[in-house]
T-cell receptor, first 111, second 111 residues
């Protein structure tokens, strides 16, 4: 298994643009998590899904953020419109009873 | 809060020395997990210790758990420069699948 795959690895965009981050979880994992990491706030859980259904999105900072999981092998995190304070590393993770696996992250810079 | 809090925030040692990091938490847990994050990379799962376990080993890693004190420690023996990274403890929510991370300990091992 290739692990959790995130794309793109790096994204630089201008303020106001739409940004879409992508994640492919490990096959068979029934949980998927989106985290954001910054120096100031550390690792924050944004939203997570169980069997493709959003369970808890209380960590999503604003309505500008949305996440979908149309099927068991794909999830997106969208920011529209993006702002400079959204600059961070966004991690996707998937888990099963055997444990959690994180992707390598997407480093987002909004200028 | 279920979040673990690591101590110290930063640790600098010489290669060959042992490194000890601590994690304290506030609620009852089913298990506690330790992760490592190298600079610019994703999190890597190191070890999981269940609430009915007191100590667990994995190579040069030793994790202890004291549920009466609500604390855990991660010991890295005979440290190497390659151990330089940030180390996080993480606690899964008791009734959901989400994993909550502490702020981490940044370890620097000098060659």
């Amino acid at each position: 298994d290739a692990g959790v795959i995130q794309s793109p690895r790096h994204e630089v965009t201008e303020m106001g643009q739409e940004v879409t981050l992508r994640c492919k979880p490990i096959s068979g994992h029934d949980y998927l998590f989106w985290y954001r990491q910054t120096m100031m706030r550390g690792l924050e859980l944004l939203i997570y899904f169980n069997n493709n259904v959003p369970i808890d999105d209380s960590g999503m900072p604003e309505d500008r953020f949305s996440a979908k999981m149309p099927n068991a092998s794909f999830s997106t995190l969208k920011i529209q419109p993006s702002e400079p304070r959204d600059s961070a590393v966004y991690f996707c993770a998937s888990s099963s009873a055997s444990g959690y696996t994180f992707g390598s992250g997407t480093r987002l810079t909004v200028v | 809060s279920q979040q673990g809090e690591e101590d110290p925030q930063a640790l600098s040692i010489q290669e060959g020395e042992n490194a000890t990091m601590n994690c304290s938490y506030k609620t009852s847990i089913n298990n506690l997990q330790w992760y490592r994050q190298n600079s610019g990379r994703g999190l890597v799962h190191l070890i999981l210790i269940r609430s009915n376990e007191r100590e667990k080993h994995s190579g040069r890693l030793r994790v202890t758990l004291d549920t009466s004190k609500k604390s855990s420690s991660l010991l890295i023996t005979a440290s190497r420069a390659a151990d330089t990274a940030s180390y996080f403890c993480a606690i899964p929510s008791s009734n959901t699948g989400k994993l909550i991370f502490g702020q981490g300990t940044t370890l620097q091992v000098k060659p």
